[in-house]
């Protein structure tokens, strides 16, 4: 079936650390990868995207690349801020399919 | 990008009345919705799948009975918790996918209450 498993939390970093969340796939067919960002108390907002191989998906200092040998989309962030913390989903879908499959989530803490 | 509202943020009812949330998405028109459920620290569930004019596809385990969804609009998708009880406390989020786009876009969530 399809799954996405997500580096297991929680994440504790001081603020400018080097951040890398880990996300690998499994997917029948050749999905988009998302990684969703989860304030508290808030619903999802869309982080960045990568709708195939070798594409990087960037925003907000975030990036992540597709990798289909290693069927792999790892968050990373160079230099970690306060207001990053939050609850990191990556997520999957298939090209002609409606649904996401989501995570299990990542929860990040970034210490002042 | 794409705004989808969801209305309210937080509700507390008492056991036994029926509660309704309503999802919009505001600047596009959303064939299909999804409600999702979220535990406390734990990852989002899919409880169904919302589409406009025809009954909801519900995942295995959902009591359809129970979560009763209405997508009588492209723009408007409402759940409604019917005879509530202290076990449906949870955060309720839908979200829908604008047809133009790749990604899916989240309402900011129900906190539900049950007392």
């Known amino acids: 079936g399809n799954s996405v498993t997500q580096m297991e939390g929680p994440v504790t970093l001081s603020e400018e650390a080097f951040l890398t969340i880990n996300c690998t796939y499994t997917a029948t067919g050749y999905p988009s990868l998302f990684w969703y960002v989860q304030y508290p108390g808030e619903g999802l907002q869309l982080l960045l995207k990568a709708t195939k191989a070798d594409d990087k998906g960037s925003n907000k200092g975030f990036e992540a690349t597709y990798r289909k040998e290693t069927t792999s989309f790892h968050l990373e962030k160079g230099s970690v801020q306060v207001s990053d913390s939050a609850v990191y989903f990556c997520a999957l879908r298939l090209k002609g399919a409606q649904k996401l499959v989501f995570g299990q989530g990542t929860r990040l803490t970034i210490n002042p | 990008g794409a705004v989808v509202s969801q209305h309210p943020s937080w509700v507390i009812c008492k056991s036994g009345t029926s509660v309704k949330i309503e999802c919009r998405s505001l600047d596009f028109q959303a064939t299909t919705m999804f409600w999702y459920r979220q535990f406390p620290k734990q990852s989002l569930m899919l409880m169904a799948t919302s589409n406009e004019g025809s009954k909801a596809t519900y995942e295995q385990g959902v009591e359809k009975d129970k979560f009763l969804i209405n997508h009588a609009s492209l723009t408007l998708s409402t759940l409604t918790v019917t005879s509530a009880h202290p076990e449906d406390s949870s955060f309720y989020i839908c979200?829908?996918?604008?047809?133009?786009?790749?990604?899916?876009?989240f309402g900011q969530g129900t906190r539900l209450t049950v007392v």
């Open positions: 979200s829908a996918r604008d047809p133009g786009a790749t990604e899916a876009f």
